[in-house]
């Protein structure tokens, strides 16, 4: 038992410092040896947990995932109305990829030519703000003539085009400026009102 | 001058096999030889060109920039107004990000973590969008109430990401993309019908 938990705290003391250097140097400059060095662990240690790095990555990205899917989650815990739980789901999701570097290093690496693998991240963030989009015009809270999917479009690329100006600059991960976002967007978006004057005052 | 003429068509297709290699695999993993390869010229013709791979990606870099400043003159030449040369440019922009390998790999490098380097072309656009945002509000064009500062977040946050979803799936390239972005933005943005209406039928 207490064997079991030690190996469950060098797996994840990995994926921390995989994700470190991930974020910081890219899927193909990052060395397996600097990895488990940063972690505190042995180089067969984490030859124990991953075969190779890219098992090591695709771990990273499904402890991403999985933070990414309690964002959404909790959000719509919080307001189980579609539009709330979307706008209020951006807001942590900008603080979570500023803060925690595993779902930072999750959403880069689908980005990482040098892995060639799908974004599995931005697909999973894509599909849910659909799905947001869809609930809220079946449950009449998008304003008349708005068309779901341009609504889709203009979240999706402008959540995607905050997490990878993040990256440069932590300026595009603050609340300020999704504020800036959804204060100009939302009216156009919804005639509730309350909504819109909830988020002008964030 | 035949001479001079071989060498700068050389040149020009290093920087071409340069760009599609390192779009496609990024800056760490292409290889020298292969882009030397790919460009039907021997290692040493790509060493009198280039020092090493940094001083490529930045001949790459450069001359993405060179064209993202030809697309803003042309759309500020074809609509000396700033908001209508701003939705050119943005057209403009995914067009070429689509169909030109040295401008999508210019934006890549940019975000490439293996390279260490600031993204001089985001920061390019950037400027360019906050520059015209600020020449339409002096104009008049800005509806009231419309925060110069959200406009630019917006387009700038959206237009970033249209460039790296492109990258995954090139509807996001698309005009139709484009147009369901400013479909849904233009009308909170001014209340110039008339440019409304010329997006909507685009």
Redesign the interface.
């Known amino acids: 038992m207490v064997k079991q938990e030690r190996a469950l705290r060098t797996r994840q003391a990995l994926i921390r410092a995989g994700a470190e250097l ?8 990052a060395s397996l040896s600097t990895i488990s060095g940063e972690a505190g662990v042995s180089n067969g240690a984490l030859h124990f947990h991953f075969e190779n790095k890219r098992a090591l990555a695709r771990a990273v990205e499904d402890e991403a995932l999985a933070r990414l899917r309690r964002i959404t989650a909790e959000s719509l815990e919080r307001d189980g109305r579609a539009l709330p739980a979307l706008v209020d789901a951006t807001y942590e999701l900008v603080d979570r990829i500023a803060e925690d570097v595993v779902v930072r290093a999750g959403f ?1 690496l ?5 892995r ?1 693998e ?2 599995s991240l ?1 697909r999973e963030w894509r599909y849910w703000v659909e799905d947001s989009v869809r609930r809220a015009e079946r449950d009449g809270w998008l304003a008349r003539g ?2 779901a ?3 889709v ?2 979240v ?7 997490e ?2 993040g ?2 600059d932590e300026a ?1 991960l603050s609340r300020d ?1 999704v504020t ?2 959804w ?3 939302l ?3 919804t005639d509730r009102h309350a909504l819109v004057i909830a988020v002008s005052g964030r």
Chains 1, 2 share one sequence.
Request: hydrophobic letters at 50%; aromatic letters at 10%; charged letters at 20%.
């Open positions: 991930f974020a910081r140097e890219g899927f193909v400059a880069g689908g980005d990482d030519p040098g060639g799908a974004a931005r708005v068309p999917a341009d609504a479009t203009a999706v690329a402008a959540t995607v085009g905050f990878v100006l990256g440069e595009w400026r800036g976002f204060r100009l967007l009216p156009r978006l």
